[in-house]
């Protein structure tokens, strides 16, 4: 079997899953990258990456003063191929792009992409020879691609590639209260409030509850809940390990009623630690959690994706986290507490849907081994 040398390319806007990909390559392939570059990064989780990513540079406000899609140009040294998450280049090599939802080709600038000149850039080098694979990393990211540039050359190219995701242990709470897990540096956006209000109501139903939230809390939520015994507060730079080993491991549910994502990779990971989940119908979560079976699904009232998985401009070009602050979603509260409330009642349902999330990613669609066998034929179809 042939090495195959390829260059990762990361960079101040990557997340902690690039960095996890690099670490687990597929058999045969060799990541070269930058890691050296951003060993800081390495340490911390999503809220210090997305932080970098969310201050603009003076590149990226150019990128967006001149509608230009995300475009690079990478020094990669000897290698065979380059994977870029989410990037353009004008490399004459073979690469592949990886693309979470079609947005990312912009740096999620919803203006840029719609306009006449970044459109045309993007089919360009799309369709260039030396762009051998467009990786979306879920079906929805597939389908906004599609529905973006239908009926384009370039989208004989697409093969859906899911994330890495640790395979771990199956979740065993020991304790006599049933733990409800919600994971995510950005409160309201994510749902904070609204978990909150249903735990209020589902506290006063079932006297044997907890809820752990690792996240950043507003100060009404730590002034109001703070004086639970049965509520905390966590920071979201917890290492992964820890993360796994303390939290997933350690829970009954997963719970993420989310207004805003791409993919999800904290669903996937507690699909790895067999637990069973209650989320919005956001973008791809559908294809981790199959209503009623390993989870239940709840209607999101905020549209952030379209009905055909194209980027929803009345949505990417506001401060979503602010408004979902100030917004009232009832009918979110009472879904939440509706299906908590079964799976607190039913230990047994609770281990079926653990048991099925913890299949998914141990042996089957989102497993490691599934992913790497895939990802190497995929470098090998691209030389």
Same mark, same amino acid.
């Given at each position: 079997m042939k090495n195959i040398q390829v260059y990762f390319n990361l960079g101040r806007s990557s997340r902690a899953r690039h960095f996890e990909t690099i670490q687990n390559p597929p058999e045969g392939v060799t990541y070269t990258n930058?890691?050296? @570059?951003?060993?800081?990064?390495?340490?911390?989780?999503?809220?210090?990456?997305?932080?970098?990513?969310?201050a603009l540079s003076i590149g990226k406000k150019l990128m967006f003063t001149l509608n230009i899609p995300n475009i690079?140009? %990478?020094?990669?040294?000897?290698?065979?191929l380059i994977h870029a998450p989410g990037q353009l280049l004008f490399n004459k090599k073979p690469w592949v792009t990886e693309i979470d939802n079609v947005a990312v080709l912009t740096l999620y600038n919803v203006i840029v992409l719609k306009s006449t000149i970044a459109s045309h850039i993007i089919r360009k080098y799309l369709n260039s020879n030396y762009c051998k694979k467009i990786l979306p990393l879920s079906e929805a990211s597939k389908k906004s691609i599609e529905n973006t540039f239908p009926k384009q050359k370039f989208l004989e190219k697409i093969e859906v590639a899911y994330p890495y995701v640790k395979t771990q242990?199956? @979740?065993?709470? #020991? #304790?006599?209260?049933?733990?409800?897990?919600?994971?995510?540096?950005?409160?309201? %956006?994510k749902g904070g409030k609204e978990v909150l209000k249903a735990f209020k109501v589902l506290n006063e139903r079932f006297d044997n509850l907890e809820l752990v939230m690792i996240t950043i809390p507003p100060q009404w939520a730590v002034d109001e809940f703070g004086k639970y015994d049965n509520v905390s507060f966590l920071p979201p730079n917890?290492?992964?390990?820890?993360?796994?080993? *303390?939290?997933?491991?350690?829970?009954?549910?997963?719970?993420?009623?989310?207004?805003?994502?791409?993919?999800?990779?904290?669903v996937l990971e507690a699909l790895a630690a067999g637990l069973p989940i209650v989320a919005t119908d956001m973008f791809a979560f559908?294809?981790?959690?199959?209503?009623?079976?390993?989870?239940?699904?709840?209607?999101?009232?905020? *549209?952030?994706?379209?009905?055909?998985?194209?980027?929803?401009?009345?949505?990417?070009? %506001?401060?979503?986290?602010g408004k979902c602050a100030d917004w009232q979603f009832p009918k979110? %509260?009472?879904?939440?507490i509706e299906k908590l409330s079964i799976l607190?009642?039913? *230990?047994?349902?609770r281990n079926q849907m653990g048991e099925y999330s913890h299949s998914l990613v141990s042996t089957g669609k989102f497993s490691d081994k599934v992913r790497k066998k895939k990802l190497r034929k995929i470098y090998e179809e691209c030389l």
């Open positions: 930058d890691l050296e @570059a951003f060993k800081d990064l390495v340490e911390n989780q999503d809220v210090i990456l997305n932080q970098k990513h969310n690079r140009n %990478v020094k990669c040294g000897e290698c065979d242990p199956k @979740a065993e709470n #020991t #304790t006599d209260r049933i733990r409800i897990l919600f994971i995510s540096s950005r409160f309201n %956006v917890i290492l992964k390990e820890e993360l796994y080993e *303390k939290y997933f491991q350690t829970s009954d549910v997963f719970v993420i009623p989310s207004y805003r994502d791409s993919f999800g990779l904290v559908s294809e981790m959690i199959e209503d009623g079976r390993n989870g239940f699904i709840i209607e999101s009232p905020v *549209k952030y994706f379209k009905d055909d998985y194209t980027p929803n401009e009345k949505y990417f070009s %506001v401060d979503l986290e979110v %509260v009472g879904d939440l607190i009642s039913d *230990k047994k349902l």
